[in-house]
């Protein structure tokens, strides 16, 4: 059974801070290893797609990596808007997301 | 459509009554998806459509669970008899063509569900 763990699971940041957010997973064959946002009260916010060790995607300040066991998404000099909820999820077939639990991230200004 | 939309946002169900969450995808989406998202939890998968074909329903918890397509867009899954363990989001997601790794599956808000 695919399992995807977050760490750490909430992560409390000062303006202009860079930190780091982990994903392991443990799949059978990943296809593709997915970022996404979520606020309170809303639904996911897809961020990026990577789908082989070494790839690296970024938008803004955020950067996703990924090696054959995790993916790290960087937050570098970060804004108290880009506090949020970010989840991670492999798919290890056409179509099923296995979802982390999550890392919440609150950035102060 | 502009993205996924779902209603109703919330619910609030007494024990044992039934209840229907309706899923509007984006225009022109092959695929469906149900997740359920727990307080402080990601979402878990539910159940899959590709057009009216429910590919997938290995995720749904109980045989009082039921989701449809039947033309192949809106989606409504039904939940009867429910209880208190059903509380939960309620999560819809969509995507342009069915069966590809590579999609990206675009969410909606969710329908909130408390089951008292």
């Known amino acids: 059974e695919d399992q995807v763990t977050q760490s750490p699971e909430a992560l409390r940041l000062q303006e202009g801070e860079s930190s780091s957010l982990n994903c392991s997973y443990t799949?059978?064959?990943?296809?593709?290893l997915f970022w996404y946002r979520q606020d309170p009260g809303k639904g996911p916010e897809f961020l990026f797609t990577l789908y082989s060790a070494g790839e690296e995607k970024e938008k803004e300040r955020l950067k996703a990596t990924l090696t054959k066991k995790e993916s790290f998404l960087h937050i570098t000099a970060p804004k108290p808007e880009d506090s949020a909820t970010y989840l991670c999820a492999a798919r290890s077939n056409d179509y099923k997301l296995s979802f982390g639990a999550g890392t919440t991230v609150t950035v102060r200004a | 459509g502009a993205g996924v939309s779902q209603s109703p946002r919330y619910k609030v169900a007494k024990r044992g009554q039934d209840v229907a969450l309706r899923c509007d995808p984006i225009s022109g989406h092959v695929s469906l998806f149900w997740y359920q998202q727990a307080l402080g939890q990601g979402p878990e998968f539910l159940t899959y459509?590709?057009?009216?074909?429910?590919?997938?329903k290995s995720g749904l918890p109980s045989d009082r669970f039921f989701a449809e397509r039947p033309e192949g867009s809106v989606s409504t899954l039904k939940i009867q008899r429910t209880q208190q363990e059903d509380s939960a989001v309620y999560l819809c997601?969509?995507?342009?063509?069915?069966?590809?790794?590579?999609?990206?599956?675009?969410f909606g808000p969710g329908t909130r569900l408390l089951v008292l």
């Open positions: 459509f590709q057009n009216e074909a429910q590919l997938d």
């Open positions: 997601a969509s995507s342009f063509l069915g069966g590809r790794a590579r999609e990206t599956q675009y």
């Open positions: 799949v059978s064959g990943l296809r593709g």
